[in-house]
Every structure is written in structure tokens, then in C-alpha cells.
């Protein structure tokens, strides 16, 4: 299949990778051309300011939580054809930085599986022949990765990026595309999961129109849609999927707000095709949830900002627990399982009612618990799947449960050998567990989910 694409890299976390993507998606928008963002890796914050600028939904690719057939079907789904637009993936981290000591997972190893041309992006303040030198050291560290360009983030002034690009083309042999000036990028703030999300951008549009104009100016958009013309055909290997079951459609009310926003869209799309009619809510401003459900899908986000509206939303709080202890089935994923904790403990030490259906408190903390990539299985059997399921996760969260009882956690996560630890809590018909599930790493749990829901709406 040929899909025109490229991807972003960066030097090292922090060079600037989310503005120069949405600057470089947006002035293309602005050209008339079809974008279809992507975003290395475990990462829900990113495609969110992807599908703003793009008006198409950003998906994630992850070669440690997918397979190679998984990645390459799911890029050739949603993947634009040549002479309808082109596909921009952003990068995660540093290029060669993935899974521990493993390449998967890392921005360079999704390229190669992607035979996708990789444009770097580097930090250019405080750069001059050095610059070079660094280019040629990743140009050079794998000689399968086609480094077919560079951007320099943060130059001071148009005279200074001349000085750069003539050091990194001629004593690095790489071309450059172009550059983005100090305060002209997008200035994004942070809080304790990474950039605040766009939805809670002040004024966004405005500044993404200063980003596009920006971009517009200093990056060779004809020399970056050309490159990504360049990108050779790829050819999908065979990838199983899930039967379709031709039993009745489910009905799954899936929240969806300014506190619960993590999900998969690729995960959502293998729901729908396995028959849930997917149904949002909002756990901030509804006072009720949607009518005839089969089952609720509680994904992660930020309830610890929202707390205070959350615990102030007590009709809906009380109609969720109510239905769940009825033994509607759910999955509550890191945010969702906060939300059906007792009470949430925020950073200021206030503590907020939630929807109390399982007997805990979780406590935001001030650092990561648990972080990274993980592979479960499933120490009982759960809404999910059966005893013995196994999936690959990511886990990504501040909070810890208080008055936790590891002889009621129903899941074994481990991250290496000698690093293992147990979690996830199963009552009625409802799991709660802090890792992130993309569905295509198992469909089969999409599968027993959707199955459980629909046997149970028979007894409902």
C-alpha cells in the first residue's frame, strides 16, 4: 500500500516535537490538504491537540503494546491514499528511546516498521557547529532508519538557522526543513501527567492560528509533503481479527468530558465493529446516564482536577452505583477506578465523595507509581476475559489506594522479572484496575466484554 507519511522525531524529550507537529499540521490544514495525525506510543494528551488542529481523530501506534501486523493494518485503516493527503506522526521521547533496553516502543523502531522517511526535530538555542555533530551521531547510530531530514526548534533569529542548516547539510549530510523561532511556537503548561489538555487551552484556536502562520513562514512545507510523497509502499501482513458476532448490538455508555478523555480510538473503533453502539456521558455535567445500557466503559483522565464537581454531581454518582450494584457490567480504567472509589484525596489533601462502589480511597500523590510498560494476567476471572488472560498495558498515574488489601486484587502486572506487583479490584460485574488497555493488543477482550454485556442485560 502507498501512503504518503513522515515522522517526527525528536533529539530528546523536550525539544518541542508537539508544537512543531501541530504547527507543521496546521499550516498544511491551511494548504487544503488532508492530515492524518498520529502519535508514538502510550500518549492520550498529544492527539488530542492533533485531532484540533487536524479535525480528524489522532491515533496511536505502538510497536511494544501491538504487534507489527496490528501497526501496519492499523495505519493502513485510517491512512490517507496518494493524491488525498498525507499521514504526520509524531514521535515519543528521544528517537531510539522505547521499552528499557528493547528498541520497541521507541519512535525508530515504529519507523522502520513503517518504512516512514524520519524528520528530527532539534533544539537549536544554544547550537552551532554542534549541531552537526549531533545529527551525524543519529544519522549514523542505525544504519536501517532512513534520517531523511531535520527541524530546528528555538532558533534565534533567521541568520542563525542559515548558521545551523549550513553545519548539519554539509559536515552531517542531511537536509534541513526549515525552523520555528524562539516564542513562536505553542506554549503549552504542564501539570502532573504532561501537557494540560487542549480541551483546557485558554484561547487555543488563536494560538494555533500564530503557530500556523508561523510555520507557514519558516518550514518547507513543499520540501516535507515531497518527502513524504517519497515514502515506499508498505505491505500489511496477515493480522486475525475478531469475529463479528451477530448477536444484538450493545449499548455502551462511555464517559466522556473534561475528566474522563483517555481512550483509544482505535480500541473504540474495534468496540463498534464488535457491536457496541458507543453512548458518551458526562460524569461532570449529566445528571443522569443515557437510557437502556448493557454496560459502562470508564476511561482515564483527570477526575483529581474535577473532583469538586465531580463529588458535587451526586445524581448521577448515585444512579452509577446504583446500576452497578444491580450488576450492570463495566471496566473503570486509572481514572475511572477513582471515580468508583469511596472518596478521592486530591493534592491539597481535601477529599472528595465519589460513586463509592468499591470500599476505597485513592490519594493523589507527587510522583509516578508504577510507571511504563507492563504485561497482566488476569488472577481471576473478570468482565474482561477468564483466568490466564494476558495483555500488554501501560501504566501512567500519580494516585495510590489508601487502605489497599493486595489479597483482593485480581491482577498480576509485571514489568521485568524481578519487578511484579498486584492490582485491579473485581466486584459484581465490574473490573477497576489502574493499567491502560488498548484493545487491539487482545480483541478478545473487547470480545468477552461486549459478550458479558449482553448476557447480563438478559438477566438484567
Request: glycine residues 10%.
Given at each position: ?28 490544514v ?5 492530515v ?26 505502538d ?13 493502513g485503516?485510517s ?28 519512535s ?32 549514523r ?20 538557522y ?25 506554549t ?10 487542549a ?44 469475529t ?23 480500541g ?21 446516564l ?46 475511572g477506578?477513582?471515580?468508583l ?21 485513592t ?33 501512567f ?52 466484554f ?11
Amino acid at each position: 500500500m502507498k501512503k504518503p507519511r513522515l515522522l517526527l522525531a525528536g533529539a530528546h524529550s523536550g525539544v518541542g516535537k508537539t508544537s512543531v507537529a501541530a504547527g507543521l499540521m496546521a499550516a498544511l490544514v491551511r494548504r487544503g490538504l488532508l492530515v492524518q495525525p498520529y502519535k508514538v506510543g502510550p500518549d492520550y494528551i498529544d492527539p488530542a491537540f492533533h485531532t484540533f488542529v487536524t479535525g480528524r481523530q489522532s491515533r496511536n501506534l505502538d510497536s511494544w503494546l501491538l504487534d507489527q501486523a496490528t501497526v501496519l493494518t492499523l495505519f493502513g485503516q485510517s491512512a490517507p491514499e496518494p493524491g488525498t493527503g498525507l499521514s504526520i506522526i509524531e514521535g515519543v521521547m528521544g528517537l531510539f528511546d522505547g521499552h528499557s533496553r528493547e528498541p520497541a516502543g521507541s519512535s525508530a523502531h515504529l519507523a522502520r516498521i513503517l518504512d516512514a522517511p524520519v524528520v528530527m526535530v532539534i533544539n537549536g538555542s544554544g547550537l552551532a557547529r554542534s549541531a552537526a555533530a549531533m545529527v551525524k551521531g543519529f544519522d549514523r547510530f542505525d544504519p536501517d532508519l532512513r534520517l531523511a531530514g531535520v527541524i530546528i526548534n528555538q532558533t534565534s533569529s533567521p541568520a542563525h538557522y542559515e548558521m545551523l542548516k549550513y553545519f548539519v547539510e554539509n559536515e552531517a549530510g542531511v537536509p534541513c526543513f526549515g525552523h520555528l523561532l524562539k516564542n513562536s511556537g505553542l506554549t503549552l503548561e504542564s501539570r502532573h501527567l504532561g501537557l494540560v489538555p487542549a480541551a483546557e487551552v485558554a484561547d487555543l484556536p488563536t494560538k494555533l492560528e500564530r503557530l500556523a502562520e508561523a510555520a507557514t513562514a519558516t518550514l518547507d512545507l513543499d520540501g516535507l509533503v515531497n518527502l513524504a510523497e517519497t515514502a515506499p509502499e508498505i505491505s500489511p501482513l496477515p493480522c486475525p481479527s475478531p469475529t463479528i458476532p451477530a448477536s444484538p448490538p450493545v449499548r455502551l455508555g462511555l464517559a466522556r468530558d473534561a475528566a474522563f478523555n483517555f481512550y483509544y480510538q482505535d480500541g473504540l473503533d474495534l468496540l463498534s465493529r464488535l457491536g457496541a453502539e458507543l453512548t458518551p456521558f458526562s460524569p461532570l455535567a449529566d445528571t443522569s446516564l443515557p437510557p437502556d445500557l448493557s454496560g459502562l466503559y470508564l476511561g482515564g483522565g483527570f477526575p483529581e482536577v474535577f473532583a469538586t464537581e465531580l463529588a458535587a454531581n451526586r445524581k448521577l454518582r448515585g444512579e452509577i452505583k446504583e446500576a452497578l450494584e444491580g450488576g450492570l457490567p463495566a471496566y473503570a480504567e486509572c481514572g475511572g477506578l477513582m471515580y468508583l472509589a469511596k472518596n478521592l484525596v486530591d493534592k491539597t489533601g481535601r477529599t472528595h465523595e465519589m460513586a463509592g462502589f468499591f470500599p476505597i480511597t485513592t490519594v493523589m500523590g507527587s510522583g509516578l507509581r508504577n510507571f511504563g510498560y507492563a504485561t497482566v494476567t488476569f488472577e481471576a476471572d473478570t468482565v474482561l476475559g477468564p483466568t490466564g488472560t494476558r495483555v500488554r498495558v501501560h501504566e501512567f498515574h500519580h494516585s495510590r489506594i489508601e487502605d489497599e488489601r493486595p489479597e483482593d486484587y485480581v491482577l498480576k502486572i509485571e514489568k521485568s522479572p524481578d519487578r511484579t506487583w498486584r492490582g485491579g479490584l473485581t466486584r459484581k460485574n465490574v473490573l477497576a484496575a489502574y493499567p491502560h488497555i488498548h484493545f487491539a493488543a487482545n480483541p478478545g477482550l473487547a470480545v468477552h466484554f461486549l459478550e458479558r454485556c449482553r448476557r447480563e442485560k438478559k438477566c438484567i
